[in-house]
C-alpha cells in the first residue's frame, strides 16, 4: 500500500475493511470478548465477593452470578435455596470496537504497524474491560436494589456515578476509544503528520 | 498532542456530564429529541402517509411499529465528541465556531439517516434492526465525526498555507 494516502482515500478504505472486520468480529465474538471478561470475573469477585461469585460466558453474554437465589419473591442467600441469580450482559455493545480500530489500523499506511496495533489492541482491552465492570455494577445496582447499596463497601461508586458510568461506557467509549487510540499512534504518519501540525510545531523562536 | 487529548477529555467529560443532569435532560435534550423526531416524520411523510410522530416516538400505523428516540439516539453525543475536538485544537474563535455549527448540521443530517434507516430495517427485519442500530450506526455516526474534524483540520492547514 502506498504510504501517501488522502484523507477521502483512507475514509473510503476504512468503509471497505469495515465489512471484513465486522464479519470476522461476528463469527469470533465470544472468544474475543474472553480476555476482558476473565479480568472482569477477577475485578468483581475480589471487590464485591458478597454479592458476586462469577463472571462467566454464556454464548456472546456475560453472566454475572450472585451470591443471591430467590424464594417467595424475595432475594436469600444463594446457599440456603440451593440455586444463584444470573443477571445478562451483552458484551457486543462493547465489542464492536474492535472491528472499528482494526478497520482503522489497517487503512492507515505506516511503519510498524503489528507492533502499533498489538498496543492498541492491549489499550483496548483495558477499556473494554472497565467498561464491562461498569455494566455488571449497572445490572447489579437496578436488580439487587438495596442488597446491593447496603453493602456498605468504602469503594462502592454512588448510584449516579454508576448511572454516569454506564452511560459513558455503552454510547461513547465503544466508539471513541479506537478514534484516539487511532489518532494518538498514526501522528507520526505521512496521513496526519501535516493536518496535526499545529499540535507538534514548536513556538517560534524570538 | 498531549496537551490537544487531555483538552479534549476534560472539555468532553464536562459537558457529557452536564448533558446527563435532569434539567438539562428536562429543558434541552427530551424537546431537542421529539423535534428530531418530528423531523424525520415530516420526510419520511411525503413518500409514507402512513406514520405519525409524538414526543420522540415515531410510528407505522399500518404494522404498528414504533421506534422511540432515546440518549445516545439523538447525535448529540456525537455532537459533544466534535465541539470537544474543536474547542481543544488551535483555531481562531470564528473559525471554532463555523466549524461546530457545520458539523452539528452534518452530524444531525447522518442522525436523521439513522432514525428513518432504522424506522423501515425494524419494519422489515427485527434482528438486523437490532444489530445495525447497536453495533454499526455508532460506528458510522462516529466516522461522520471523524470526517468533519480531519475536513476541518485541512482546511486550517491550507489557511496556514496560505498565511505563510
Redesign the interface.
Do not use: D, E, S
Given at each position: 500500500m502506498s504510504t501517501n494516502v488522502t484523507?477521502g482515500r483512507f475514509?473510503g478504505l476504512?468503509?471497505l475493511l469495515?465489512l471484513p472486520c465486522?464479519g470476522l468480529w461476528y463469527l469470533l465474538a465470544p472468544a474475543l470478548v474472553k480476555p476482558a471478561l476473565g479480568f472482569a470475573h477477577l475485578l468483581m469477585t475480589h471487590w464485591m465477593p458478597g454479592i458476586v461469585s462469577a463472571v462467566q460466558m454464556d454464548g456472546t453474554q456475560a453472566l454475572i452470578l450472585t451470591q443471591f437465589g430467590e424464594l417467595e419473591g424475595k432475594l436469600v442467600s444463594a446457599q440456603a435455596v440451593g440455586h444463584a441469580i444470573g443477571l445478562a450482559v451483552?458484551t457486543?455493545?462493547l465489542s464492536?470496537s474492535i472491528p472499528?480500530y482494526s478497520a482503522l489500523m489497517l487503512a492507515t499506511p505506516g511503519e510498524n504497524k503489528l507492533a502499533r496495533y498489538a498496543n492498541g489492541i492491549i489499550c483496548l482491552y483495558v477499556v473494554l474491560t472497565l467498561s464491562l465492570v461498569c455494566l455488571c455494577l449497572k445490572q447489579l445496582m437496578t436488580n439487587l436494589g438495596h442488597h446491593y447499596t447496603d453493602q456498605g463497601s468504602l469503594l462502592q461508586p454512588s448510584p449516579n456515578l454508576i448511572?454516569?458510568l454506564f452511560?459513558?461506557s455503552?454510547?461513547?467509549l465503544?466508539?471513541?476509544t479506537p478514534?484516539?487510540l487511532w489518532l494518538?499512534q498514526s501522528?507520526d504518519t505521512p496521513l496526519l503528520k501535516?493536518?496535526?501540525?499545529?499540535?507538534?510545531a514548536k513556538p517560534d523562536q524570538p | 498532542m498531549l496537551r490537544f487529548i487531555g483538552l479534549f477529555t476534560g472539555i468532553f467529560i464536562s459537558l457529557f456530564t452536564l448533558e446527563m443532569l435532569n434539567p438539562v435532560q428536562a429543558h434541552v435534550i427530551v424537546p431537542f429529541t421529539s423535534w428530531l423526531a418530528q423531523i424525520s416524520a415530516s420526510l419520511i411523510l411525503p413518500f409514507d402517509t402512513g406514520v405519525i410522530a409524538y414526543g420522540k416516538v415515531i410510528r407505522d400505523l399500518a404494522s404498528g411499529f414504533a421506534v422511540s428516540i432515546e440518549a445516545g439516539c439523538n447525535g448529540v453525543e456525537a455532537a459533544i465528541v466534535l465541539i470537544a475536538a474543536v474547542v481543544a485544537f488551535p483555531a481562531t474563535i470564528r473559525q471554532r465556531i463555523a466549524a461546530i455549527a457545520i458539523g452539528f448540521i452534518a452530524i444531525q443530517v447522518m442522525n436523521i439517516a439513522r432514525i428513518i434507516s432504522l424506522f423501515y430495517l425494524g419494519q422489515w427485519n427485527t434482528e438486523i434492526f437490532t444489530w445495525t442500530h447497536l453495533y454499526l450506526w455508532p460506528v458510522l455516526i462516529m466516522l461522520d465525526v471523524l470526517v468533519i474534524f480531519v475536513m476541518y483540520l485541512r482546511f486550517l492547514a491550507a489557511r496556514q498555507g496560505q498565511a505563510s
Open positions: 484523507p475514509i476504512v468503509f469495515l465486522y451483552n457486543q455493545i464492536y472499528f448511572a454516569l452511560q459513558l455503552t454510547l461513547i465503544p466508539v471513541l478514534v484516539v494518538w501522528k501535516g493536518l496535526l501540525l499545529p499540535l507538534t | -
